[in-house]
Nanobody, 120 residues
Framework: VQLQASGGGLVQAGGSLRLSCVASGRGFSAYAMAWFRQAPGKEREFVAAISWTSSSYADSVKGRFTISRDNFKNTVYLQMNSLKPEDTAVYYC????????????????WGQGTLVTVSS
């Protein structure tokens, strides 16, 4: 599985962005899909994930971000609203199997990342 993320950019605080991640290869619908992010000087952290039956969010983005997927288009989305400067990071999409959805260890495939910058 190869993953290609896009949609990052520069936005003012309070604004919105939608990230997309297109997967190539077979079996997209069977994978849990997730977004992680890494800010400069920090560890990569979980943002949101979605499987066939459930979704999961980091506390820091609950109520502001929404993850969704389109299995016909092999695409996962991250709608980000009410963005804050602390959301500035490189966002990575990932695909994997297993539980828990928020665990980095279940994801075997990673995209190249897309930069989101939120100005104050």
């Amino acid at each position: 599985v190869q993953l290609q993320a896009s949609g990052g950019g520069l936005v003012q605080a309070g604004g919105s962005l939608r990230l997309s991640c297109v997967a190539s290869g077979r079996g997209f619908s069977a994978y849990a899909m997730a977004w992680f992010r890494q800010a400069p000087g920090k560890e990569r952290e979980f943002v949101a994930a979605i499987s066939w039956t459930s979704s999961s969010y980091a506390d820091s983005v609950k109520g502001r971000f929404t993850i969704s997927r389109d299995n016909f288009k092999n695409t996962v989305y991250l709608q980000m609203n009410s963005l804050k400067p602390e959301d500035t990071a490189v966002y990575y999409c990932a695909a994997g199997t297993g539980r828990p959805l928020g665990s980095r260890s279940i994801y075997d495939y990673w995209g190249q990342g897309t930069l989101v910058t939120v100005s104050s």
